[in-house]
Each structure stands twice: as C-alpha cells, then as structure tokens.
C-alpha cells in the first residue's frame, strides 16, 4: 500500500470515528436530556465525556497529522482555498467542541449531585444544555462543510 492510501485510509476512518461519535454523542445526550430521568443523565453524560475523551479527542488530534501529511504526498499547496477553509472549518468545530465537552461535564456533574443529594437539576443546568445545543449546531455544519470540501476539492 502506497503513502497516499494509507494515509488517505486513516484520515477517512478517523474522521468518521469523529463525526460518528459527536453525532452519537449529540443524540444520546439529547435523549438522556429529554428523559428527566437524573440517572439517566447522571449515566449516560458519564459515558459522553469518556467517549469524548477517548474517541473524539484522540480523532481530532489525528485528523491534522494526516490531513496535511496527505496534502504533502499529494502535492497539494497547503494555501489551496479548499484547504483553507476546510483547516479554518475544523478550527472552529474545535473552538465550539471545547466548551461543549466542560458542559457535558458540569452536567454530568449536576446529575451526580442532584441525585446523591434527591434534589432536582439546578436551572443552571438547562442554560447548560442550551448551550450545548447553540454550539453543537455550527460545529455539525461545520463538520458538514468541511466533508463536502475534502471531496469536492472545490478551487484547487
């Protein structure tokens, strides 16, 4: 196997392992959310920030080291628009991910509480979760954008 195709391999699997798990990850904690259900979210936001942790920031780390290890063996300019847009696209996923991973965790940590101490969810913890919504939604398009750019190679 060819530089090129390995390379190409990891970076299509890992950006899948990605985007797999932030939709994963924004749909269980949507349906944990929607329950009510303090061990509910208690569990599941747990397994969220671990999933996080372990798939999507590992993932993200790689994406870069083999995006632009591919550009080289390719020979593609790193200052190709496409290329540009699709590094300042997965910059602002990034920018959006970081909070929304200290959110996860404060509500995770809310659920804990709430339910070690039988009290309901602090409020504070619904302005969390619109929050995590308001950011999820343009690191998804983003995330959109950016697998429409590396198959199109729009401007190259």
């Known amino acids: ?6 390379l190409k391999t990891l970076h299509i699997l890992s950006s899948t392992l990605l985007f797999g798990t932030g939709l994963g990850s924004a749909y269980y904690a949507l349906r944990a959310w929607r329950s009510g259900e303090l061990l509910v979210i208690a569990t599941t ?5 671990t999933a996080d942790w372990l798939f999507i920031a590992s993932t993200a780390l790689l994406q870069p080291i083999t995006g632009v290890a591919l550009a080289y063996v390719a020979g593609w300019p790193l200052n190709q628009l496409w290329l540009v847009w699709a590094m300042g696209l997965f ?10 991973l200290w959110l996860q965790i404060r509500v995770r940590d809310m659920a804990v509480q709430a339910l070690a101490t039988g009290t309901p969810m602090p409020a504070l913890a619904s ?3 619109r929050y995590w919504f308001a950011l999820g939604c343009p690191a998804f398009i983003a995330f959109i954008a950016i697998f429409w750019l590396m198959v199109a190679k729009p401007m190259q």
Do not use: I, N
């Open 1 to 6: 196997m060819s530089w090129y195709l390995l």
């Open 45 to 49: 936001f747990r397994h969220l920030v």
């Open 91 to 100: 910059v602002l996923a990034g920018l959006c991910w970081l909070p929304v």
């Open 127 to 129: 302005r969390y979760m």
